[in-house]
T-cell receptor, first 111, second 113 residues
Framework: AQSVTQLGSHVSVSEGALVLLRCNYS??????LFWYVQYPNQGLQLLLK??????LVKGINGFEAEFKKSETSFHLTKPSAHMSDAAEYFC?????????FGKGTTLSVSS | NAGVTQTPKFRVLKTGQSMTLLCAQD?????MYWYRQDPGMGLRLIHY???????AKGEVPDGYNVSRLKKQNFLLGLESAAPSQTSVYFC????????????FGPGTRLLVL
């Protein structure tokens, strides 16, 4: 079955530290992949997406993700965390006309 | 351009009551979706629609019905609410182009007592 696995339901970093949120997918063909962010009491906002072409994808707010077919991964990174990055992050893949979401990773940023 | 809007924002129901959640989009999108979000579960697809007059079941459709009478609106109905339907409900829409972004509404928080 097609699925998306986010490793770590909660990640804590210090302000200025590297952010790494992990996402692995299962698929027999390269999928379309997405990272969404959800701030408290808000809807989901697209951070970035991979469809075709360049495997390193840059998104908003300094985030980027690299599609690695050999590892079936699409990890999200940011070189330097900011307090405003504290939120819940969801990895998703396109499945037919809908999206399959991972269970989410909550990012905490401490000063 | 309001994007995707949802009505109401918050609702409390008693077990057995019915209600309808309304989703509206002004982006002329073909596809619309209803998801529910529960702690530790991510978002799960309830029902979706690929065009006006069409609907299909998602991963967790039981206890819900939907209708897409107009292209811009997608309604989610609960005929007889149960405590297990306490959740946050999100509507989303997208065009029919592969790889296109799904745009989400702000959510409806539903509490069933």
């Amino acid at each position: 079955a097609q699925s998306v696995t986010q490793l770590g339901s909660h990640v804590s970093v210090s302000e200025g530290a590297l952010v790494l949120l992990r996402c692995n997918y299962s698929s027999s063909v390269p999928p379309y992949l997405f990272w969404y962010v959800q701030y408290p009491n808000q809807g989901l906002q697209l951070l970035l997406k991979y469809t075709t072409g360049a495997t390193l994808v840059k998104g908003i707010n300094g985030f980027e993700a690299e599609f690695k077919k050999s590892e079936t991964s699409f990890h999200l990174t940011k070189p330097s965390a900011h307090m405003s990055d504290a939120a819940e992050y969801f990895c998703a893949r396109r499945a037919g006309t809908a999206l399959i979401f991972g269970k989410g990773t909550t990012l905490s940023v401490s000063s | 351009n309001a994007g995707v809007t949802q009505t109401p924002k918050f609702r409390v129901l008693k077990t057995g009551q019915s209600m309808t959640l309304l989703c509206a989009q002004d982006m002329n999108h073909e596809y619309m979706y209803w998801y529910r979000q529960d702690p530790g579960m991510g978002l799960r697809l309830i029902h979706y629609s690929v065009g006006e007059g069409t609907t299909a079941k998602g991963e967790v459709p039981d206890g819900y019905n939907v209708s897409r009478l107009k292209k811009q609106n997608f309604l989610l109905g609960l005929e007889s609410a149960a405590p297990s339907q306490t959740s946050v409900y999100f509507c989303a829409s997208t065009s029919n182009l592969l790889g296109e972004t799904q745009y989400f509404g702000p959510g409806t928080r539903l509490l069933v007592l």
